[in-house]
């Protein structure tokens, strides 16, 4: 009997995980690899390190996306996944359960288990005084790592000297209509760091407001920073693209929406639908003018082109009865004379071309005259002469 192997693909849950994100304060999680590893099978040979590709797929629970303000990102099958993004207030107290399913792209088993977000609220949400730095020699992820992170926001804090600092949002730079940069090793993407403080904003990030730095950030020039020195060791800033927004001076616009009313239709009478049984229709004049009125003017002009070829033509004999009798006999003659030249030119012997004859020994390389007999004919002479 013939055994056929059946293959099943099994689907794990884990138990729920429980984070508590502050409203307003950068949130990230990351998805590691090891952590769903240990749910699939081992590889099929002993001592072997398994390194399956691994993708996760993430969504509100019910939904097929994520919420608007959570983003995902993944380089590589082989790299961590990484959640981020920055609720806001009107998310505090509403439990976001996010549904986290793992695919191994070897065995193609998947292993899921949801990951529930509690956002909390905070007294000093939202911080007045932010900045959003754009970092040119960085990825998003890159970014995210929380060492990275915490690099950045230790210059930061010792530029500006504030008693709270927090990192609001990170953005990749493709996500605000950046290019992707070419395969290069060292060339980055970008990301846009947006931080916020309870201070006002320190001399030197006010340094790029300057007008000399503004007539240098115009003619694409880097502007004059004092402070820059201590981010360009690992973090290279573009000066001309930073942000800086006091909250407290930004002037609230409320849109002016029409009364949504309440849902009803007024009442207008009944609505008549249509009839259900339609209306015959004749398509003869259609077709009349669709196919019967060109192909009626196609048949008179062939009518008039076949009369005017074959009805109207004259004739040999009819051009013969016109033409002088002293013309045709003339004509006729030479047509003769034509025809007894090619005939004896055909039977006359012709002389091999001096063209092919060779000019030179090919031993001695000696160069050897074509020959000239005596009674060589000139009539018969080719056109191409003697090669010297």
């Known amino acids: 009997t013939l055994i056929t192997p059946v293959v099943t693909i099994v689907s794990r849950s884990h138990a729920d ?26 590889y099929p040979k002993p001592g072997d390190t398994s390194n399956d590709p691994i993708t996760f797929n993430t969504n509100l629970k019910g ?26 207030a009107e998310h505090v107290g509403k439990p976001t359960i996010i549904e986290i399913t793992a695919y191994n792209r070897r065995t193609f088993e998947t292993a ?11 007294e000093e949400f939202p911080l007045p005084y932010q900045a959003e730095f754009y970092i ?18 230790g210059a930061v804090k010792n530029v500006w000297q504030p008693e709270r600092l927090n990192a609001i949002n990170i953005t990749s730079a493709l996500d605000r209509g950046g290019r992707v940069p070419l395969p290069i090793n060292n060339l980055k993407e970008g ?26 950030c ?8 004092s402070c820059d020195k201590k981010f360009r060791a690992q973090f290279h800033i573009d000066w001309c693209k930073i942000s800086l927004v006091d909250i407290t001076k930004v002037v609230p616009v409320h849109n002016s929406r029409p009364d949504p009313g309440t849902g009803v239709l007024p009442d207008i009478g009944e609505y008549n639908p249509p009839s259900e049984s339609l209306k015959s229709r004749d398509y003869f004049t259609d077709f009349l003018v669709t196919l019967a ?24 004999e009819k051009r013969n009865m016109q033409t002088p009798d002293i013309q045709l006999v003339h004509h006729s003659s030479i047509q003769k004379s034509t025809k007894e030249l090619r005939s004896m030119s055909k ?36 056109l191409m002469q003697t090669q010297t």
């Open 17 to 42: 995980r429980n984070v508590y994100p502050s409203a307003g304060v950068l949130f990230v999680h990351v998805l590691e690899r090891e952590y769903f590893k240990g749910e699939f099978p081992p």
């Open 63 to 88: 939904y097929p996306d994520r919420p608007g303000w959570l983003r995902y990102i993944q380089r590589t099958p082989h790299s961590d996944g990484v959640l981020y993004g920055s609720p806001t």
């Open 112 to 122: 899921r288990h949801n990951l529930v977000i509690n956002i909390m609220g905070t």
């Open 136 to 153: 040119k020699n960085m990825n998003v992820e890159e970014m995210l790592a929380s060492e990275v992170l915490g690099d950045f926001l």
């Open 191 to 216: 990301v846009y760091v947006m931080v916020g403080a309870d201070v006002q904003f320190s001399s030197c990030l006010r340094e790029v407001e300057t007008p000399q730095n503004q007539l240098r």
């Open 218 to 225: 115009s003619q694409e020039m880097e502007p004059v920073i």
């Open 293 to 316: 009125v060109p192909s009626a003017v196609a048949l008179v002009l062939f009518v008039i082109l076949g009369y005017s070829m074959c009805c109207r033509r004259e004739g040999v």
């Open 347 to 382: 039977n006359r012997e012709i002389s091999w071309p001096l063209s092919t004859l060779p000019v030179f020994n090919p031993v001695s390389g000696e160069v050897v005259p074509p020959i000239h007999p005596d009674n060589y004919e000139t009539t018969s002479m080719p």
